[in-house]
């Protein structure tokens, strides 16, 4: 990747991030996409703190934004 095809992919990512778009946020990853947090355990109660796709990543991050002002 160079580094305007970097910088368009970080301002996208960054703007549905703030529009809190979800769809649009999941649309940088690919299905099989992996998540590790500490705040998922937090959040959702899975013990390990890993998710392991794009679904369910998607579901802890509507459930993040609806306990936090993030």
């Known amino acids: ?3 305007d095809t970097a910088f368009k992919f970080a301002e996208e990512w960054i703007a549905s991030w ?3 778009e ?3 946020i999941l649309s940088h990853y690919e ?3 992996q ?3 500490s ?3 937090q959040i959702i109660g899975e013990a390990s703190g890993v998710l392991k796709d794009k679904a369910a990543v998607g579901d ?3 459930k993040a934004f609806a306990h936090y002002d993030l």
């Open 1 to 3: 990747m160079d580094k």
């Open 18 to 20: 703030n529009a809190r």
């Open 22 to 24: 979800l769809d649009r």
């Open 31 to 33: 299905d099989d996409f």
């Open 35 to 37: 998540m590790s947090s």
């Open 39 to 41: 705040v998922i355990t």
């Open 60 to 62: 802890y991050w509507a």
